[in-house]
């Protein structure tokens, strides 16, 4: 089963909203069911450290709400809340190629196609952006910087690794524009790749948010 | 002749700078291997973006001067609309992979400049079949070799057939065995497509079996232009230029000077051995 990416951006989307409109069982329910969808995907380590860097982000989350005086229920509906947005969007990014995504917020929600072009090029850019960063702290070691003293101390260290770095990455960001233009980015960049598929689906997921979405309204109309 | 490109009186200053350009006048045969080469900072990255239209179009700066590709002028001309008549491969072919896979890669410019799906998929499956790196379409960049990154790079020029095809220091980053390889490959595209290649080269013995021009730039001019048997005496003569000329010329132009004799312009030891052995230079001359 495959969603079309469009579907899954409005699901997101929905989930976000959901959090706010549903009972805690409804949220929790949720939250099951997108750990039980992101662990049928991918078993992996790169996952389990994804659910669990979330879920300890959640903790601290719980816990600075707890120390400015919220009640404990309020404080873990809260983190809750948070954790299932949170996995709303690990779960698109984890079923959907981010091509796909960047196609359909051009095509069906009008983003101007630079923005949706800076998703693709993120994560195309963020394993060079590593390399240069050991790169350049290990130029930058053999120099004779040392990330040694108290935070402050390494923390203004840390600018001769930032500086070069980032002149690094302008350079490259020049360099990729000018490629861009070379190779004619522009308005038919997403209008002329294949066409994914809409499904039924699709069409019975999106009804299904609309019944979700429309919680309060039933509630009120069925009189619970 | 019949030049595909034409520079004439050309002359450039990017914005707060001196003249990077002058008065460049020079003709690129159909089907040739032209091969650019010059001191840093001479001007020869800049030439490769003039012969494009980057220079002055996308970068701003003062010109004077006219570029012609395949009969018509680059003024006025979009730098995306030149790149369908002249592809450039820029030195950093890192950054200017802009995809997550190779097929995607290729296929970018192809779906920009409004290919249908199924062709683009048709000229991708091929490029990277000439570039020999067949059936890779789902692969991650970071699943590719540097060199690999580099053929990729190319087959995403070759996909959308550009007659000229302007490659600056395209084996850089690059081991002896990875430069041969890639200019073996541009000779055989040049066979079999007759396309245009532009190469600002330091490393000249790589393309030594294909290059059928020499352009030579010093401090922004032309300081020698013409088929390779034409310019190397007067490149040899100029003591800077010299050092940059492939070791074999060096030699053989060293040894005319010498003994008076006239030598073929080698293309490779074996070649030199061989007629240095029937000219009677010594018993032990090997390759």
């Given amino acids: 089963m495959k969603l079309n990416a469009f579907t899954w951006i409005i699901v997101t989307v929905a989930v976000t909203a959901w959090v706010f409109i549903l009972p805690l069982q409804a949220v ?3 939250l099951v069911l997108q750990l039980v969808l992101l662990l ?16 300890v982000f959640t903790g601290m989350m719980i816990l600075l709400q707890l120390l400015f005086g919220s009640p404990l229920n309020v404080a873990l509906f809260g983190g809750l809340r948070m954790l299932v947005m949170t996995l709303a969007f690990l779960c698109m990014l984890a079923t959907t190629r981010i091509q796909s995504i960047a196609k359909a917020l051009v095509d069906r929600f009008h ?3 630079e923005y949706a072009f800076m998703l693709t090029a993120a994560l195309r850019f963020v394993p060079n952006f590593l390399e240069d960063s050991t790169v350049t702290l290990d130029a930058q070691s053999c120099r004779g910087y040392s990330n040694r003293g108290n935070a402050l101390k390494r923390l203004l260290s840390y600018v001769v690794v930032i500086r070069p770095l980032v002149m690094r990455a302008v350079a490259k960001s020049e360099t990729l524009a000018l490629s861009m233009e070379l190779r004619g980015f522009g308005a038919n960049t ?7 598929k809409f499904t039924a689906i699709d069409v019975a997921v999106l009804a299904l948010v609309v019944v979700l979405s429309t919680y309060p309204f039933w509630k009120r109309l069925l009189g619970t | 002749m019949n030049p595909v490109v034409s520079v004439t009186e050309f002359y450039f200053k990017y914005l707060r700078s001196g003249l990077v350009l002058k008065n460049i006048n020079l003709e690129i045969e159909k089907g040739s291997f032209t091969v650019i080469i010059g001191p840093s900072g001479a001007g020869k990255t800049t030439l490769c973006k003039a012969i494009t239209g980057i220079v002055p179009y996308y970068t701003g ?10 009969g018509e002028t680059t003024k006025g001309k979009k730098v995306s609309d030149l790149a369908m008549k002249v592809g450039l491969m820029l030195e950093d072919y890192e950054s200017q992979l802009v995809s997550l896979t190779a097929g995607e890669e290729v296929a970018f410019s192809l779906l920009n400049h409004g290919f249908p799906p199924d062709e ?3 000229r991708t499956r091929r490029a990277l079949e000439d570039v020999g790196l067949p059936g890779r379409e789902n692969y991650q960049l970071d699943e590719l070799s540097g060199g690999q990154r580099q053929r990729l790079a190319l087959a995403s020029l070759l996909a959308v057939h550009p007659e000229v095809i302007v490659l600056d220091e395209p084996v850089s980053a690059m081991d002896p065995d990875g430069g041969e390889s890639l200019y073996k490959l541009l000779g055989k595209i040049r066979e079999e497509y007759g396309t245009t290649f532009i190469v600002v080269e330091h490393r000249v013995e790589f393309v030594l079996p294909y290059m059928t021009n020499l ?8 300081a020698g232009q013409g088929t390779c048997e034409e310019v190397v005496s007067r490149i040899y003569e100029d003591t800077e230029l010299r050092p940059l000329l492939p070791d074999l010329w060096q030699i053989k132009r060293g040894l005319e000077i010498s003994t008076g004799q006239r030598f073929r312009l080698w293309r490779s030891t074996e070649e030199a051995a061989e007629e240095l052995r029937m000219k009677g230079f010594g018993k032990g001359v090997r390759a």
């Fill in chain 1, 28 to 30: 929790a329910t949720i």
């Fill in chain 1, 40 to 55: 049928y995907i991918k078993r992996s380590k790169t996952m389990m450290a994804a659910i669990g860097g979330l879920g």
């Fill in chain 1, 111 to 113: 983003l101007p196609v």
């Fill in chain 1, 190 to 196: 997403y209008k002329n790749m294949p066409k994914e």
């Fill in chain 2, 61 to 70: 700066g003062d010109y004077a001067g006219d570029v012609k590709v395949l």
């Fill in chain 2, 120 to 122: 683009a998929e048709e």
């Fill in chain 2, 215 to 222: 352009i030579a730039v010093k401090n922004g001019e032309i």
